[in-house]
Nanobody, 121 residues
Framework: VQLQASGGGLVQPGGSLRLSCTTS????????IGWFRQAPGKEREGVSC????????YYIDSVKGRFTISRDNAKNTVYLQMNNLKPEDTSLYFC???????????????WGAGTLVTVSS
């Protein structure tokens, strides 16, 4: 089981990117989905998650007001819209099935290769 993340790239500070997460193995709508990131030399960080019924959406403080998570079940895709990107957002981003609550993300359960986001002038 693998989830595919895409949409990363090089962007200037203040720019935007939209990451997509999809899979051909199961319906994402049946699971809580989270976005994680890990920069070189740093611990993995749970960035955002959306619960199975979309009733819970969580963001870490550093991205609140800038990132938006959403899903399109018809396209079997979960998105992470990232606006006003900062150099500290530079990281490898990957999506995963994971518990999602108002307190944050649980451990990633099923994931795949990530997509690299680089924010630099």
């Amino acid at each position: 089981v693998q989830l595919q993340a895409s949409g990363g790239g090089l962007v200037q500070p203040g720019g935007s990117l939209r990451l997509s997460c999809t899979t051909s193995d199961f319906a994402l709508g049946d699971y809580s989905i989270g976005w994680f990131r890990q920069a070189p030399g740093k611990e993995r960080e749970g960035v955002s998650c959306i619960s199975r019924g979309d009733d819970i959406i969580y963001y870490i403080d550093s991205v609140k007001g800038r990132f938006t998570i959403s899903r399109d079940n018809a396209k079997n895709t979960v998105y992470l819209q990232m606006n006003n990107l900062k150099p500290e957002d530079t990281s490898l981003y990957f999506c995963a099935t994971t518990p999602c609550s108002g307190d944050g993300l649980g451990y990633p359960v099923a994931w795949g290769a990530g997509t690299l986001v680089t924010v630099s002038s």
